[in-house]
């Protein structure tokens, strides 16, 4: 059904139709995966006789392509739900029109779901309005239509995939020129745009700048998903973060303090977590003392947030990878969130 060939209105010469790829995403972290490269070659090799692969979705590929196709990777938990560890979705639809064409799903053993460089970095996980759009998206079956503004808005998600690409490679300045690109015009991806801007700030050097975009994350990450899941995060067994982040810790950790300060009638818990190694009451005091230590330096900015905010330890019962690795791919599980009541948008 997709397999057309196109003539060139440039050449008159017969070409075989293009397919751009939208980043795939681990749906734990809501990030896209260093593995897409790895993704990108797997797909080119299958179709190369009957489809051109443009490439990953960047403006240059979404231009010249007629189909997208999208994807994201969960870890599948316990048993009789395939072969593998980890189950792969994706879809193919037509870039103009949204529908979608294809369908699939695979289970593989191995996937290496280590994220960009930029979402590494970033201050916090983005699985608001956005991630909910795509994940609804590559779920679809053919012939439905995927998610309208997920759709309306690939011009501009091209802009950021690019902005990603230049963070890869350590161009800062220019990665941040693509995200404030996006900035400038009305979209509904504010978590994503104010990560990437507040991400190449920091490594700019320019913390003031980078403080008031934290603001506007957060306000924006409350406004879309009632909380803040921070990057607050720290080394297996630590009852504080890693010294070297604590400069930028104490951005959020100081901006939140004055976002609570400032919201009459706002109330906070804050929600210690860890990975999963360990025994449960070894991981609920320690998760607690996570909390506990975060409450700490934000009475040092705000002392009223005492009377205005609740600790909490969740041990492992709520992790998001929940491997126990203790590594990279389960940072997210051993983590400081912040839960808000009554703070406004």
């Known amino acids: 059904m997709l397999n057309k060939v196109?003539?060139?209105?440039?050449?008159?010469?017969?070409?075989?139709?293009?397919?751009?790829?939208?980043?795939?995403?681990?749906?734990?972290?809501?990030?896209?995966?260093?593995?897409?490269?790895?993704?990108?070659?797997?797909?080119?090799?299958?179709?190369?006789?009957?489809?051109?692969?443009?490439?990953?979705?960047?403006?240059?590929?979404?231009?010249?392509?007629?189909?997208?196709?999208?994807?994201?990777?969960?870890?599948?938990?316990?048993?009789?739900?395939?072969?593998?560890?980890?189950?792969?979705?994706?879809?193919?639809?037509?870039?103009?029109?949204?529908?979608?064409?294809?369908?699939?799903?695979?289970?593989?053993?191995?996937?290496?779901?280590?994220?960009?460089?930029?979402?590494?970095?970033?201050?916090?996980?983005?699985?608001?309005?956005?991630?909910?759009?795509?994940?609804?998206?590559?779920r679809k079956q053919p012939n439905e239509n995927v998610d309208q503004q997920y759709h309306d808005r690939l011009k501009l998600k091209a802009l950021m995939v690019k902005g990603d690409r230049c963070y890869e490679q350590k161009e800062f300045k220019k990665s941040l020129s693509y995200y404030n690109q996006v900035a400038d015009r009305p979209t509904g991806d504010r978590m994503e745009v104010y990560n990437g801007q507040f991400t190449n700030l920091v490594k700019e050097g320019e913390t003031d700048k980078a403080e008031v975009v934290f603001s506007k994350l957060a306000h924006a990450s409350i406004a879309e998903t009632s909380q803040i899941s921070n990057k607050i995060t720290f080394s297996p067994n630590a009852k504080s973060p890693v010294e070297s982040k604590k400069r930028i810790y104490n951005i959020y950790i100081r901006q939140i303090a004055k976002l609570v300060a400032e919201s009459p009638g706002c109330k906070v818990k804050i929600i210690g977590h860890c990975s999963r190694s360990g025994t449960s009451g070894y991981n609920d005091k320690l998760s607690l003392q996570r909390a506990q230590w975060v409450l700490g330096q934000m009475i040092n900015y705000a002392p009223e947030i005492r009377e205005k905010s609740t600790t909490l330890g969740r041990g492992f019962r709520e992790n998001l990878v929940g491997t126990g690795a203790d590594n990279v791919t389960d940072e997210i599980d051993r983590r400081v969130e912040f839960v808000f009541d009554a703070c406004g948008s």
């Open 6 to 138: 196109v003539l060139n209105p440039l050449t008159n010469q017969k070409q075989m139709k293009k397919i751009v790829v939208d980043p795939f995403i681990d749906t734990e972290s809501g990030y896209p995966v260093k593995s897409n490269a790895r993704i990108i070659s797997i797909v080119s090799a299958m179709m190369q006789k009957r489809f051109a692969v443009a490439g990953e979705l960047i403006p240059e590929n979404l231009d010249v392509s007629e189909y997208v196709l999208d994807g994201m990777v969960s870890i599948e938990n316990g048993e009789g739900q395939g072969e593998g560890r980890y189950r792969v979705t994706a879809t193919v639809f037509e870039k103009d029109s949204g529908k979608v064409l294809a369908a699939a799903v695979v289970f593989v053993r191995n996937f290496d779901t280590t994220p960009l460089d930029l979402y590494k970095d970033s201050p916090v996980f983005t699985k608001g309005k956005s991630y909910e759009q795509f994940t609804a998206s590559v």
